[in-house]
Structures are given as C-alpha cells and as structure tokens.
C-alpha cells in the first residue's frame, strides 16, 4: 500500500460533508495546518471536529470555523477564538467541552478498541450530572444540554463513565515520517497528534520530514505506522507562535 501522496489536497480530497475528524495539536503547536487548509479549500461542510482546541482566528481550525464548515466540535479549550464565542453563543455551533485528561483519554481508549472507562474526574459536577450548555437557540436559552453519565462506586470513590471517541478520519502533524507511517513528533507537537491519529479510521499525516523504511530507529518511534493511511510531506515552513512573549534587553 502506497501510503505517500504529492499533495495535502489530494489528500483531503474524500473527505465528505458531516465527517467526523479528530485534529491533533495543542493551540498552535502541531496543529496539521496545511491539511486544514486544504480542506479549507474543498467544499466539505458540516463537519464534527474533536480537537483540544478549535485554533485561532483565521489560523488552525479558525479558518474552518470563520467559513462556517463546522457544526460541532469536542474539545477542551477554546479561550483564543472569539468567532468560536461568537457561533456557540448564538446557537450556530454546538460545543461539547471535555476536561483535557478525559479527551486525550476518550481518544487513547477509542483508538485502542476500548468501549468506555471510568474515571473520577467530573464526579459531581456538570460533567457527570448532565446540563452543560451544548447548543444555544438564538434567543440564548439553551436548546441542547449535556445528558447525565452513568456513575458507579469503585471502593470508597465515585467514578462517572466515559465513552472512547473514534473519527471517521483523523488529521495529524510529524516531524518526522517514514513512507510505512511510523511517525515521530518532535518535544511538545508529541502532545494530541500520537491519540488523534489513534482515534481516526482514516489517519492523514503532514510531515515536516519523510524519509525511507529503515532509516528511524524502531525504538525511536511514537507511532508506529499500523495507525497511519496517508502521508504528504509539507516541509517546515508556516508555523505560527501562538502568544510572542519576549523580554527587554538587559533583564535578567
């Protein structure tokens, strides 16, 4: 299986409307950008995305939303967009927020067969006891809210279930590919990219680098190329720097 393609377009190309698509990344550090844009380009709408973050305005997953393509989105922080603010207030998007280590949890379990698990976070909360806003009416009253998860006492402890989250197709960043698909991520793009690739039924890797079978060490690995259906390297370029902090000169 011919696993390389020429172009992230080419890429994206099947990816139909109302598709369910985990986007690996962590606000703008190894986000899939140029498969976004690609996408972007194609007319694919009503889309469900499941993502730690829906990007910025007009960058990462931000451009999707600025054209209206997304109906629905998973993830746990959206604190940077404020079209997203403005779409989920007024009833156009429907927002499913997760607590961080319950999604990358949901897409680890997804991406290994695992139904559901157990896990304390959200016990008495909103998480577990339903009725988080998940939709908006235009009027601002609530029109979906969250429903009430099954709880159950493990020992001495309360734990609420969570189901495994798996996409119809998956979008991911590495630094470096081989053309089997196994896959290395470079210090903090290793964030969401290894569990959304895991989660998708179809994963679609941009490398920065792509090189032969052989030439990284096995035990180098972060994800072995058995999660992985289509590659296209997009080189280094592009890259954003989400927040520039920078001191003046002379301090310590």
């Known amino acids: 299986m011919d696993k390389v393609f020429t172009s992230a377009a080419d890429a994206v190309a099947d990816i139909p409307s109302g598709a369910s698509i985990a986007v690996g990344g962590f606000g703008l550090n ?44 998973t993830g746990s922080y959206v604190g940077e967009n404020k079209e997203f603010e403005r779409q989920y207030l007024k009833g156009e998007l429907e927002v ?6 319950t999604l990358a ?30 939709l908006y009416d235009a009027q601002g009253g609530v029109k979906v809210a969250s429903p009430p998860k099954e709880t159950r006492r493990f020992g001495d402890r309360d734990y609420v279930l969570e189901l495994g989250i798996v996409c119809d197709f998956a979008l991911v960043r590495a630094s470096i590919a081989d053309t089997e698909g196994n896959l290395i991520f ?29 030439e990284i060490d096995p035990e180098a690995v972060h994800l072995p190329g058995i999660f992985v259906q289509r590659i296209v390297k997009v080189g280094a370029e592009g890259k954003r720097i989400e927040r520039v902090t920078t001191r003046k000169r002379g301090e310590n």
């Open 30 to 73: 190894g986000i899939p950008h140029h498969l976004i844009s690609a996408l972007l380009e194609q007319d694919a709408t009503d889309l469900v995305t499941v993502s730690n973050n829906c990007g910025v305005d007009g960058w990462g997953l931000g451009v999707l939303l600025d054209a209206k393509r997304i109906r629905r989105t």
């Open 96 to 101: 499913e927020l997760v607590p961080q280590g």
């Open 105 to 134: 949890e949901r897409l680890r379990a997804g991406g290994c067969g695992i139904p559901g698990f157990y896990t304390p976070a959200g016990v008495g909360t909103m998480v577990a006891d339903g009725g988080l806003p998940w």
């Open 186 to 214: 470079h210090a903090a793009t290793r964030n969401f990219n290894p569990l959304c690739a895991m989660a998708g039924k179809i994963t679609i890797v941009e490398t920065e680098e792509l090189v032969e079978p052989g």
